[in-house]
């Protein structure tokens, strides 16, 4: 069997008359040294998948038998991503924090994500007396 046989793969015939094959990020096959390809549809997207098919960081992937991957949010790795509305990493969860084990905003607490970092406050003025 050669690359020829096997999705995943681009085969072009070089000029020594030989054939030449790369992998083809974006065709929802993993192969090669791909991490993972979640199609054209999301690779590079912010869904886990980049745009070179390297796993994106604060994310894990899963591929089934090569084909197409699914990638979640890794909740308590300290980086916001995707659904989650907060990441404090290991301070997720405890008493006056603001963000919820499960990497959402705690009862009376909004939080602010930027590059991936948040910050959870308290909402003064909404009747609920929480925070530190």
């Given at each position: 069997?050669?690359?020829?046989?096997?999705?995943?793969?681009?085969?072009?015939?070089?000029?020594?008359?030989?054939v030449?094959?790369?992998?083809?990020?974006?065709?929802?096959y993993?192969?090669?040294?791909e991490?993972?390809?979640m199609?054209?549809a999301?690779n590079?997207?912010?869904?886990?998948?980049?745009?070179?098919?390297?796993?994106d960081?604060g994310y894990?992937?899963?591929?089934?038998?090569?084909?197409?991957?699914?990638?979640t949010?890794?909740?308590?790795?300290?980086?916001?991503?995707?659904?989650?509305q907060?990441?404090?990493?290991?301070?997720?969860?405890?008493?006056?924090?603001g963000?919820?084990?499960?990497?959402?905003a705690?009862?009376?607490?909004?939080c602010?994500?930027?590059?991936?970092?948040s910050?959870?406050?308290?909402?003064?003025?909404?009747?609920?007396?929480v925070?530190?």
């Amino acid at each position: 069997m050669n690359c020829t046989d096997l999705p995943g793969y681009d085969c072009l015939p070089t000029v020594s008359s030989t054939v030449e094959c790369n992998t083809t990020c974006g065709d929802s096959y993993v192969a090669g040294k791909e991490q993972c390809d979640m199609g054209s549809a999301g690779n590079g997207k912010d869904l886990g998948c980049s745009s070179v098919c390297t796993i994106d960081y604060g994310y894990n992937c899963v591929t089934n038998e090569n084909v197409s991957s699914t990638c979640t949010n890794i909740c308590g790795d300290g980086w916001t991503v995707a659904v989650e509305q907060c990441d404090d990493g290991s301070s997720n969860g405890q008493v006056g924090d603001g963000c919820t084990k499960y990497c959402g905003a705690a009862l009376g607490y909004y939080c602010n994500v930027t590059n991936h970092t948040s910050v959870c406050v308290t909402r003064c003025g909404d009747g609920l007396v929480v925070g530190k």
